[in-house]
């Protein structure tokens, strides 16, 4: 951990315990409130395709899609703003 850093391995670990606490309530929200509610969902169409149907068959895709992205992001963001970030050179040296 950077010495320059204020902040601990407790912040760090809370954060990095928050971010996964929000991406894993999107994903389960997204994939069993979602279906619960799949025949009120499908009053609403998008596309043509009833919106019950259209969220499982492509929005939940992208949607963990989305949800990949943004842990990663915000989590290498954690890691710089606490100082814990992996040197990319030595990531490199380690590929060969």
Same mark, same amino acid.
């Given at each position: 951990m950077n010495t320059n850093s204020p902040s601990? !391995?407790?912040?760090?670990w809370r954060s990095n315990l928050l971010l996964t606490a929000? #991406? $894993?309530a999107i994903w389960f929200s997204t994939s069993f409130v979602a279906a619960f509610y799949?025949?009120? $969902?499908?009053q609403f169409?998008?596309?043509g395709? !009833?919106? %019950?149907?259209?969220?499982?068959a492509q929005g939940s895709v992208l949607i963990y899609l989305? $949800?990949?992205l943004v842990h990663v992001l915000v989590l290498g963001w954690l890691d710089h703003r606490? %100082? #814990?970030a992996e040197d990319p050179s030595r990531a490199r040296e380690s590929l060969h």
């Open positions: 601990t !391995p407790r912040s760090y929000v #991406v $894993l799949a025949d009120e $969902l499908n169409s998008i596309f395709f !009833p919106l %019950g149907f259209y969220i499982f989305v $949800l990949i606490h %100082g #814990v």
